[in-house]
């Protein structure tokens, strides 16, 4: 298996621009998570799906971030508008059940808004 | 409020040597601990995980530590190797809806030959 694929690796932006960040989490994984890290906050849950159904969406920051699952093999993760605090690494994650199972962590995505 | 606390933030070790990490938490109710290594540009990798049960486990190199009764954790890195110069992040589960896991701010440690 390839692992958790996110797309793209790096993203530079500028502010007020739409950003979208994709996830293909490990086949026959039922649990998705995305997932922000800097280096003042360390790693900080955002959202996270059980069978394609957001059921944690605490740590979303505000209404300008979205995240969706249309099927078990895609998310996204959307900033829109998007604003120089946003700058980060995103974070997915998979696991075949939320909790108890270990989580698999993709590359990333480094985050750049101008 | 669940928090997960992680000492040092850093440290700077010589090839070979051993070192500890520690890890407080106030999580409850607890359900379990992982560690995670996080090399610079990648995402974290689960080192070990321990339910309240379990109060060392290995991974190589690697010894994790749990007393759940003082809720202190603690890896330990023996005969340490270059390639172990990463960050490495507590992880606490919350026996609770959706095990919502709480992070640890990190030790970033730096070996040097």
């Known amino acids: 298996d390839a692992g958790v694929i996110q797309s793209p690796r790096h993203e530079v932006t500028e502010m007020g621009q739409e950003v979208t960040l994709r996830c293909k989490p490990i086949?026959?994984?039922?649990?998705l998570f995305w997932y922000r890290q800097t280096m003042m906050r360390g790693l900080e849950l955002l959202i996270y799906f059980n069978n394609n159904v957001p059921i944690d969406d605490s740590g979303m920051p505000e209404d300008r971030f979205s995240a969706k699952m249309p099927n078990a093999s895609f998310s996204t993760l959307k900033i829109q508008p998007s604003e120089p605090r946003d700058s980060a690494v995103y974070f997915c994650?998979?696991?075949?059940?939320?909790?108890?199972?270990?989580?698999?962590f993709g590359p990333g995505t480094r985050l750049t808004v101008l | 409020k669940n928090q997960v606390e992680q000492s040092p933030q850093s440290l700077i070790i010589l090839e070979g040597k051993n070192c500890t990490l520690q890890c407080n938490y106030t999580v409850s109710p607890f359900s379990n601990l992982r560690w995670y290594k996080q090399d610079t540009g990648r995402g974290p990798v689960s080192l070990t995980i321990?339910?309240?049960?379990?109060n060392t486990k290995s991974n190589g190199r690697y010894t994790a530590t749990l007393d759940a009764d003082t809720k202190q954790s603690s890896l330990h890195i023996t005969a340490s190797q270059l390639s172990d110069s990463a960050s490495y992040i507590c992880?606490?589960?919350?026996?609770?809806?959706?095990?919502?896991?709480?992070f640890g701010g990190g030790t970033r440690v730096l070996v040097k030959p």
């Open positions: 086949s026959g994984h039922n649990s």
């Open positions: 994650a998979s696991t075949r059940l939320a909790g108890a199972d270990e989580q698999f």
């Open positions: 992880v606490v589960s919350a026996r609770a809806a959706g095990n919502k896991l709480t």
């Open positions: 321990m339910t309240f049960s379990e």
